[in-house]
């Protein structure tokens, strides 16, 4: 190192680096959340996070019942299932094995629509006056009416949905429609 020189382009980057990040942790602080606590769930219609979809049932509720609507569109769906599964039981072309697979894919979905009646009758035991389920594949979305839930309503619906399904907690989705 050459005498009278303080600082060398290792030490300029160096203190450069150390400013970015100074200045990165100071914006993290300043725009994320202090309300916040580890473990707190997040909502998908909260004020952070507005999705389309909530914002779109959320607007649709001052007009109609969400629930109502719900509840009837799942009910129209089942029938129509129920009678494409007997047109088919009918046709003379299917095999035992076909028959077989096609009501074990019944008995699937009665116990699918078991599960959301179960855990919408429990919602409703534990105080929430509207809820519906929906039981995908790998996840669970819960529809609640409320005007926001708190950490303790929230361990509620997910210890309900865990004890009535085999769902992992993070694939469950809790939505507040008022």
């Known amino acids: 190192m050459k005498k009278g020189k303080v600082f060398g382009k290792g030490q300029a980057v160096l203190a450069l680096m150390v400013l970015v990040l100074g200045a990165a942790v100071w914006l993290n602080m300043k725009f994320s959340s202090t309300n916040k606590y580890l473990g707190e769930a997040t909502y998908v219609n909260s004020k952070k996070d507005t999705s389309s979809a909530v914002e779109t049932s959320a607007k649709a509720d001052t007009k109609t019942d969400y629930f109502a609507d719900a509840k009837k569109g799942r009910k129209t769906a089942l029938e129509n299932a129920k009678k494409a599964v007997e047109e088919l039981l009918d046709t ?7 028959k077989k697979t ?6 699937e979905i009665a116990a699918t629509i078991e599960k959301e009646n179960d855990i919408e009758t429990l919602l409703k035991a534990k105080g929430f006056e509207k809820a519906v389920v929906v039981i995908g594949d790998k996840n669970i979305n ?14 509620q619906i997910q210890d309900i949905v865990t004890s009535e399904s085999e769902v992992e907690l993070g694939n469950i989705k809790i939505v507040t429609v008022k």
Not at 92 to 98: A, V
Not at 142 to 155: E, F, I, R, W
Request: proline share 0%; aromatic share 0%.
């Open 142 to 155: 819960v529809v609640v009416k409320s005007d926001g839930l708190t950490t303790a309503q929230t361990l």
């Open 102 to 107: 096609a009501m074990q894919k019944i008995n």
């Open 92 to 98: 003379d072309n299917l095999t035992e094995e076909d």
